[in-house]
Each structure stands twice: as C-alpha cells, then as structure tokens.
C-alpha cells in the first residue's frame, strides 16, 4: 500500500458543471482496516462493502475490502472532489455518510468517526470496528458478552464474583481483553501471543504463534524504557523483498510464523505488536 496513494494537490481544468469555475479535484482517499469486534480483519475469506454517500444521500463512492500479506490494510475508499457543488462530487469539509455492509449482509452506520472530507489529494488513516457500546465501556457489547460467558463456563468462574474483561484470569500475563484482540484464548494459559524463538547470526531469526485476522509488525528500541519504538523491517522466508508487516487471512490456523531482521550493528530490544 505505501507509495500507492500520493498527496498531490491538483485540480484539472474547468468542466461541464453548474458553475464555469468549479474543477475537478484529485480524490480524497480513507485507508486502513475494516473488522469486526472481536478485531478480526476481513480478508479473501470475508468481504465486506464500503460505501460514501453526500449529506442527500447520493452515493459518491464504493468500494469492497482485499487482503495482501504485505500491508495492515484492506480498503481504500476513494472520495471524487471538485471545487464547487456538482453531482457525484464532495467539496472540501463536507460530511459523509459512510456505512459498511458486512459479510453476512449487516449494514454499519456511524463507523467512522469525524467522516469529513480534508483537502484534496489528502489521506486519512480510519480503522472501522463493526461493533456497538451501548454501555460506554470502551469494549464491544456483543464481545464483552461472549467473553464473559466464556468465563462462566471455565475453570475460572467464582460465584458471585463480578467478570472484569482487564483481569488475567489464566495467569499469562495478559488481560482477557488483550488476548482477545490479540485471538488467543483468555482462559488457557498456553494460548497466549509470545515470541517462541530468537536466533541472532548473519541475519535475525525471530519466530512467534501468528493467528489469523491478524497484522504484525517488529520494533525496535536500545532501551526497554524508551518511549518511542521505532518500526523494522523484516524478510518473510522465500522472499528477498522487504516488509514491515505481516498479516494473515482471516480463518487461518494459529501457527508459527518466522520473519528474518537483518543485522543493524547496533545492539537493540525487539517487540512483536499485533493489531
């Protein structure tokens, strides 16, 4: 995806439109990842539609998700802009209204917060979760349901205790929540996201339990306290080109996935994220 989309400021000559000074723009582009509440990204197995219509309802984009192993992203939603009110065209600052049809044929409004149109040629990075609050509590109702029923039916559940999604009832070292955004199990202790190897020669082995839906990315910093952690790229086996991220169909096993760092000459602390 990167080096695709440029933000290049352009409007083409006059055309046929109401007014003889309204222009044809270059499009105002949304990028990132539709999914659903478990965080679970579409892909070549689940498709999902995105759609951008004016504040009357007339449709000015559409389009459907992808998937490719080398980017976080599965959808660019291109909007057509012009200078001035003409049909089939969004001006600078206009509102949309963006709703998303899920695989099982759900329509999604109100996805995208602040759906407004910036400059022309401009991009804006929106990650869409398919999900509802109704309690403000920052989790999904429909996953927080199905965690906690998850955990009445474990070796965790206590009468009369309360279901807290931030507690690490399996002792793993991750909250439930954590574990299931990341799509590991929150009551098993062997399940959880961790690097499994790490080897360091002419180039760096670094091997971890991928699951699929996910996107994984390694940093970097020469301290663990550092603030900032600073993205690395990577080669994945077979592959002489590099990447600095993986990401993995929705409906794939949970496996082992190793990329290769090649070696900076300084000594440096890696994190695996998964999103």
């Not at 980017?71 to 206009?94: C, F, H, K």
């Not at 049809?101 to 991009?123: A, H, M």
């Not at 999900?131 to 009369?160: F, V």
């Amino acid at each position: 995806m990167r080096g695709i989309y440029s933000v290049v400021l352009f409007c083409a000559a006059p055309f046929l439109a109401p007014s003889a000074t309204t222009s044809v723009c270059s499009p105002y582009t949304f990028i990132g990842r539709v999914m659903d509440a478990s965080h679970d990204a579409f892909s070549s197995n689940r498709v999902a539609k995105i759609e951008a219509a004016n504040a009357n309802g007339d449709l000015l984009a559409r389009t459907k998700t992808f998937f490719r192993a080398d980017s976080r992203r599965n959808y660019a939603l291109q909007i057509p802009m012009a200078t001035g009110e003409v049909d089939g065209y969004a001006i600078q600052n206009a509102t949309l209204d963006i709703a998303v049809t899920d695989d099982l044929g759900k329509v999604w409004r109100g996805v995208v917060v602040n759906p407004e149109v910036g400059v022309p040629g401009g991009v804006r990075e929106v990650d869409i979760i398919l999900g509802e609050d109704m309690d403000g509590d920052g989790i999904d109702d429909s996953l927080y349901a199905r965690l906690k029923a998850q955990w009445e039916d474990s070796d965790y559940w206590r009468p009369g205790e309360t279901f807290d999604p931030h507690k690490d009832y399996d002792g793993d070292g991750m909250s439930t929540i954590a574990e299931a955004l990341a799509g590991t199990n929150p009551y098993d202790p062997e399940d959880v996201f961790r690097i499994t190897a790490f080897s360091s020669s002419s180039s760096s082995a670094l091997a971890f339990n991928a699951v699929g839906g996910r996107s994984y990315t390694v940093v970097e910093a020469h301290s663990l306290s550092a603030k900032d952690w600073k993205t690395r790229e990577f080669f994945l086996p077979d592959s002489d080109v590099p990447a600095n991220v993986l990401s993995v169909p929705s409906g794939s096993r949970s496996s082992s996935s190793t990329v290769y760092l090649l070696p900076s000459g300084t000594n440096a602390f890696f994190r695996v994220r998964v999103e």
